[in-house]
């Protein structure tokens, strides 16, 4: 029976190398110089600092750039909101990975709602579709590509 499993994931190695490269930026460049602006990665989490809130929306707009180049979409990232005080502005950022409970159940109400012949069943972070047609996988691919469910979706494990 055909199947695929569906995913919201990115490569943890390329996130790294996006992150190292954006720290290599903010060192060079000029507007920089001197205020101590640095990402640091831990896990899934990136925190920006540097000096005001002007510079922390610079440094977010960099860390988009170098995310996007690496080829990871940038709808997993989750801005929390900026801490600034008297000399520092923070910022924490959540790279969202799998698909939480909540999610996978509106995504199955979706696709149930379609009237496919289809099964859906939720393992862990991730929704595996199964069928007896491959129309109707693909069916169901093009229907969560049309759905906006916030996080930004990969299909994988397609089996005949």
Do not use: W
């Amino acid at each position: 029976m055909p199947s695929f499993d569906v995913v919201s994931d990115f490569d943890t190695h390329e996130a790294t190398n996006a992150v190292d490269q954006a720290n290599r930026e903010v060192t060079t460049r000029f507007d920089f110089k001197g205020t101590g602006s640095i990402y640091e990665l831990d896990g899934a989490q990136i925190l920006l600092s540097t000096q005001s809130d002007f510079q922390l929306k610079q440094m977010m707009d960099i860390l988009k750039q170098k995310i996007s180049k690496r080829g990871i979409d940038i709808g997993c990232l989750e801005a929390e909101n900026p801490e600034i005080t008297g000399a520092v502005a923070r910022q924490n950022i959540i790279m969202r990975k799998g698909i939480d409970i909540v999610l996978a159940k509106t995504l199955v109400k979706t696709i149930k709602s379609t009237k496919l012949k289809v099964q859906v069943s939720i393992q862990g972070d991730k929704l595996r579709v199964s069928g007896k047609k491959r129309d109707d996988l693909q069916a169901v691919i093009s229907l969560l590509k049309k759905t906006d469910c916030g996080l930004p979706l990969q299909y994988e494990n397609f089996r005949d």
